[in-house]
């Protein structure tokens, strides 16, 4: 039954060909991604005509590899410049949502923490068209009153930075929490007996305290706001980040270059899980 | 902690921030949401108030019917998510050595860091017709032509699974990793079978954990676009896409509006259905 218990030859194999089963449902989609990436043919499918590099680095006509390709490498950048201002304010929100709901005692605090927990029960569709209509309403309403014609509210690279950390902050805010709880608040009190000002002694103890898990919740944070797509969708200008692109050309149809860009983003997004889980061994 | 001068102004640093997040982003475009979708016509017109929006989703057959395909593939995806993900999780907490403990678990997660649509992508090569399952089977002779696997409700619902196991398998693995051993090992020792175990002890203890998990599961799969639309082709009919379609092609952000409505007010009625079901608090299951 578990580990301490005898248990028959044949429940054992059964688990754990049901795990490799399992492993194998999950990995096989991401193999033959990176796979074809390398395949020299005009399409993303088999035949195998032989390994090939110009998928990547390919500069056209017929072939033209990722770093050569304006458009997806343009949406790339647009969201990495997303993500980077995500991961800073909501890593920002969600610290003081977390020091607010572990430390302070307040009115109505059990209706504002419930309140910060809906995003995770409201689906990113709903979040991307009310964020689209308040501030198209607010805009309107600046128009016609005052004149002005203000850039922040039309559709473009703030209005989706605000969408998505309206989101993620709540993902960042309970990962610190989870942590803040363990935290033995002694040592705060020990710190300011001797003098420290209860700033000081966030800043030099407790922060130090919350570091893995505030470097972890800004990879999650990164990783949240670059696969983006739903709450993106109605908000993007005309500057549209990565996962919208992509969607555009899997959608219609194209050629290997998806899969060598699939090829990058699953090595990326490889390397920044296994230092986080590395980061995170170390200092726990 | 004393309430005096620099407290104040660092409970002020902590709450500002977060009153506005919550307002701005949350509160603010829900109530928007709400007063848009009862505003009446075309858009622009600046009608006054009406009920046109929501009648208009249950005069249409195709809109309401949509709604009760979603709502209860959505149901059916997230029983199927939590038998599968199950075992796994049970597997990873008490059977696998310590050592390949932390392996499985990062293994585990690490497909789930990739994005969503590099996923689908990866299930579309594999299934479509040219795809490379069918030049598989055509290559070892067990099909005469090639198949299109593509573009079905089957292949829609694993595809969904797929996307979002994930957001079962953690928190049932935090709920099993605190259940003492020693209950399965006295259950065991007194006689009680592997069923008796599953349906006594390790289902209501894990309740929470599944609760969670089955939340986040059918909200997120209520609320997915790429997955049915990729996948599901041009006969998906997924409530998003409505949503979707009323905003985009049709520029009626108002029906959009009640729409969206509807859909955020109809599901947290079957989350509460489900917490009354199963007997289950939502602070306890969100925590």
């Not at chain 1, 699953?266 to 590395?278: D, M």
């Not at chain 2, 289902?203 to 676009?225: K, L």
């Given at each position: 039954m578990i580990r301490s218990l005898p248990s028959s030859g044949l429940y054992r194999w059964g688990f754990r060909s049901y795990?490799?089963?399992?492993?194998?449902?999950?990995?096989?989609?991401?193999?033959?991604?990176?796979?074809?990436?390398?395949?020299?043919?005009?399409?993303?499918?088999?035949?195998?005509k032989g390994f090939t590099w110009d998928w990547f680095f390919s500069e056209g006509p017929t072939k033209i590899g990722f770093f050569h390709d304006q458009k997806n490498l343009r949406s790339l950048w647009a969201s990495l410049k997303v993500a980077f201002s995500v991961t800073l304010l909501s890593t920002l929100l969600g610290t003081c949502a977390a020091f607010l709901f572990e430390q302070e005692e307040f009115r109505f605090k059990n209706a504002m923490y419930f309140l910060m927990l809906a995003p995770m029960v409201i689906p990113g569709v709903i979040l991307g068209i009310s964020i689209l209509m308040c501030t198209n309403t607010l805009g309107l309403f600046f128009e016609k009153t005052v004149g002005w014609d203000v850039e922040l509210l039309r559709p473009g690279y703030w209005l989706v930075v605000l969408g998505q950390v309206s989101f993620i902050s709540t993902f960042v805010a309970l990962v610190v929490i989870a942590r803040l709880r363990k935290f033995d608040r002694t040592l705060e009190e020990a710190a300011?007996?001797?003098g420290a000002g209860r700033m000081a002694a966030i800043w030099f103890v407790t922060l130090r305290y919350l570091r893995p898990a505030l470097i972890g919740s800004a990879a999650v944070a990164f990783l949240m706001s670059f696969e983006n797509f739903n709450t993106t969708l109605f908000l993007v200008g005309s500057e549209s980040t990565i996962p919208i692109t992509l969607y555009l050309q899997v959608r219609d149809g194209s050629t290997p270059v998806i899969n060598a860009i699939s090829?990058?983003?699953?090595?990326?997004?490889?390397?920044?899980?296994?230092?986080?889980?590395?980061?995170?061994?170390?200092?726990? | 902690?004393?309430?005096?001068?620099?407290?104040?102004?660092?409970?002020?640093?902590?709450?500002?921030?977060?009153?506005?997040?919550?307002?701005?982003?949350?509160?603010?475009?829900?109530?928007?949401?709400?007063?848009?979708?009862?505003?009446?016509?075309?858009?622009?017109?600046?009608?006054?108030?009406?009920?046109?929006?929501?009648?208009?989703?249950?005069?249409?057959?195709?809109?309401?019917?949509?709604?009760?395909r979603t709502a209860i593939y959505s149901i059916a995806v997230t029983l199927i998510v939590l038998t599968v993900s199950l075992p796994i999780a049970f597997y990873a907490t008490k059977i696998a050595g310590a050592k390949a403990q932390g392996f499985l678990l990062v293994l585990l997660l690490l497909p789930f860091w990739v994005s969503e649509l590099v996923r689908v992508y990866g299930w579309m090569i594999i299934l479509r017709e040219s795809g490379v399952l069918s030049s598989f089977m055509l290559a070892l002779g067990l099909w005469k032509e090639p198949v299109e696997l593509l573009y079905n409700d089957a292949v829609m619902i694993m595809g969904l699974v797929y996307t979002t196991l994930l957001f079962m398998i953690v928190p049932v693995i935090s709920v099993l990793e605190s259940l003492d051993d020693s209950l399965i090992e006295a259950a065991y020792d007194l006689g009680a079978g592997k069923l008796a175990i599953w349906r006594r002890i390790i289902?209501?203890?894990?309740?929470?954990?599944?609760?969670?998990?089955?939340?986040?599961?059918?909200?997120?799969?209520?609320?997915?676009?790429l997955t049915p639309k990729l996948m599901g082709g041009k006969n998906s009919l997924w409530f998003t896409e409505q949503i979707y379609n009323q905003f985009i092609t049709y520029f009626n952000w108002n029906q959009g509006s009640a729409f969206g409505f509807l859909l955020l007010l109809l599901s947290s009625a079957i989350i509460w259905v489900a917490l009354k079901l199963t007997r289950q608090k939502l602070s306890d299951v969100l925590k």
């Open positions: 795990v490799f089963c399992y492993f194998f449902f999950l990995f096989a989609p991401l193999l033959v991604t990176c796979l074809l990436a390398f395949n020299d043919s005009m399409f993303p499918s088999l035949p195998w300011m007996n001797l090829f990058v983003l699953i090595l990326t997004s490889s390397v920044i899980a296994l230092a986080n889980v590395f980061i995170a061994r170390r200092e726990t | 902690m004393h309430k005096g001068g620099s407290g104040r102004w660092i409970f002020l640093l902590f709450f500002m921030p977060v009153a506005l997040w919550l307002l701005l982003l949350l509160v603010l475009p829900h109530v928007e949401l709400l007063r848009m979708s009862f505003v009446s016509g075309e858009f622009g017109a600046g009608g006054g108030v009406t009920w046109d929006n929501y009648l208009g989703f249950f005069h249409e057959p195709i809109y309401w019917t949509t709604f009760l289902i209501p203890y894990a309740m929470p954990g599944i609760m969670s998990g089955s939340i986040v599961v059918f909200m997120i799969v209520f609320g997915s676009y």
